[in-house]
């Protein structure tokens, strides 16, 4: 069974950075496409950015662009996504996934596996 472990969460002042990391375990992160989805309270969860198989393709949301970066490491089995210029809006669970299809587009929340989460909070 795959599991999904995120961490580095936090808080942080706007303007810093953070760091975060999906440990995939139960199989070989090597043929997955992988996202991160986040969720703020009292909204729906929403995509963030995504990474092909190999890590040479990335799609990102519109309001991660130019500040996120999600890369991987197979032979960590680790994902992950360095947030900089973090702002308030930016507070959220953040979720790593394989509900990515093969565009590097969100699949609907339902399929794929999904991590507990990691808390990251951007003070103002």
């Known amino acids: 069974q795959v599991r999904l472990i995120e961490s580095g969460g936090g808080l942080v002042q706007a303007g810093g950075s953070l760091r975060l990391s999906c440990v995939v375990s139960g199989r070989t992160l090597g043929t997955d496409n992988m996202g991160w989805f986040r969720q703020a309270p009292g909204k729906e969860r929403e995509f963030v950015a995504a990474?092909?198989?190999?890590?040479?393709?990335?799609y990102y949301e519109d309001s991660a662009k130019g500040r996120f970066t999600v890369s991987r490491d197979n032979a960590k089995n680790t994902v992950y996504l360095q947030m900089n210029s973090l702002k308030p809006e930016d507070t959220a669970i953040y979720y790593c996934?394989?509900?990515?299809?093969?565009?590097?587009?969100?699949?609907?929340?339902?399929?794929?596996?999904w991590g507990q989460g990691t808390q990251v909070t951007v003070s103002s």
């Open positions: 990474i092909n198989w190999s890590g040479r393709n990335t």
């Open positions: 996934t394989t509900a990515v299809d093969d565009s590097l587009r969100p699949r609907p929340t339902e399929f794929g596996s």
